[in-house]
Every structure is written in C-alpha cells, then in structure tokens.
C-alpha cells in the first residue's frame, strides 16, 4: 500500500542490519549501531510487526527475541531516531518565541563568545550619559549616570558643556595637553 499523507520532513531513519545468521536456537543478536530503547525500532519478522517488550528488548546493541526465530524467517528492522533527537531546523525557522528564557534574567542578552564561534549570555551594556564641565579654577568635571544607577536632575544636564550618550565600559582621561581622552 502507497504511504497516505503528507511526505515525512525530518527524523533520523535508518535501515539496521544483524551480525548473526537466524539459526531456530539463538534469541540475542547484534546490531550494526546502538539504540537508546526499543521503542525506537520497527521490528518486522517475516511480515510481521513485532511489539517491543513482549516480542523482542534491546540492550545498547543487543537485540533479545522473546523467542528463537526460525531459520527460514527475514527480519526488517528500522531505525526511527533517538530519544530527544531533535532535528536541526530550517534556516530562518526559529524567532523569539521559539526561545527559551529559563536561566537569563533582566540585564542579560544572547552575544557571540569573545572566540567567535558560539552564542553565550552575557551582561547588556548599560545606557550611560556623560556630562563634562569645567568648575571656576577650569578643570575638567566629568559626571556620570554610575551605569545607570544614578539620575542627573535637568538643571545638571543643563549645566554641562558637553556631553554624551554611550553603554557602559567608557574610561575617560585628561592627557598632558589638556585634552580628553575617551577608552572603550
């Protein structure tokens, strides 16, 4: 009979063979790979469809038969995937909502390892405003939203010379001439 039904997309389905030969005595055979369970195998004996835990168990890549088979019997048995085996998605098929939040907090953001090669959490940079003024004697009065955790009333804001709008991780300094030097 033809397969009804919308064609399967995704799975891990492979043909498993034997080592040993059906010989009407023996009830454990070996498999040619590995599987976590038996609810993962379609065993097909002469035709007919075996039900795991009464017919046959697995043990990594032993296959136990309740009973001998015949020598005269086939065998089929099919692979359908691993526990958990999840396929790889589609390029472009996962969003935000197919995201878990378990084990980010507010603050925290999806980066690329400093290596470049994997996503990590990481903290997200804080929005920083800095204000430069000069005080009477002329030097330089740096004031800071301390990473955000501080306010800066209007009449402050209105009081600076300059200023600017950065994310956390700026260090300032005057040089010898005077000049502001800004480090990321």
């Given at each position: 009979?033809?397969?009804?039904?919308?064609?399967?997309?995704?799975?891990?389905?492979?043909?498993?063979?034997?080592?040993?030969?059906?010989?009407?005595?023996?009830?454990?055979?070996?498999?040619?790979?590995?599987?976590?369970?038996?609810r993962v195998l379609l065993v097909i004996l002469s035709g007919v469809l075996q039900?795991?835990?009464?017919?046959?168990?697995?043990?990594?890549?032993?296959?136990?038969?309740?009973?001998?088979?015949?020598?005269?019997?086939?065998?089929?048995?099919?692979?359908?995937?691993?526990?958990?085996?999840?396929?790889?998605?589609?390029?472009?098929?996962?969003?935000?909502?197919?995201?878990?939040?378990?084990?980010?907090?507010?603050?925290?953001?999806?980066?690329?390892?400093?290596?470049?090669?994997?996503?990590?959490?990481?903290?997200?940079?804080?929005?920083?405003?800095?204000?430069?003024?000069?005080?009477?004697?002329?030097?330089?009065?740096?004031?800071?939203?301390?990473?955000?955790?501080?306010?800066?009333?209007?009449?402050?804001?209105?009081?600076?010379?300059?200023?600017?709008?950065?994310?956390?991780?700026?260090?300032?300094?005057?040089?010898?001439?005077?000049?502001?030097?800004?480090?990321?």
């Amino acid at each position: 009979m033809p397969y009804i039904g919308r064609a399967l997309q995704t799975g891990e389905y492979k043909l498993i063979t034997l080592s040993e030969a059906f010989d009407g005595s023996r009830v454990n055979f070996t498999m040619s790979e590995s599987v976590p369970s038996e609810r993962v195998l379609l065993v097909i004996l002469s035709g007919v469809l075996q039900h795991w835990g009464e017919s046959f168990t697995v043990s990594g890549t032993t296959l136990t038969f309740s009973g001998a088979p015949g020598a005269s019997e086939t065998i089929k048995i099919l692979k359908l995937g691993d526990t958990l085996n999840i396929a790889t998605p589609s390029q472009g098929t996962v969003g935000t909502a197919q995201l878990s939040t378990t084990g980010i907090s507010p603050g925290y953001v999806f980066k690329v390892n400093d290596a470049g090669t994997a996503w990590e959490l990481g903290q997200a940079s804080t929005p920083e405003v800095y204000g430069f003024n000069k005080d009477s004697d002329g030097k330089l009065i740096v004031t800071t939203t301390n990473q955000g955790s501080d306010n800066i009333s209007n009449a402050t804001y209105e009081a600076f010379d300059e200023f600017i709008y950065a994310s956390s991780g700026f260090s300032f300094s005057v040089n010898s001439s005077g000049n502001l030097i800004v480090t990321i």
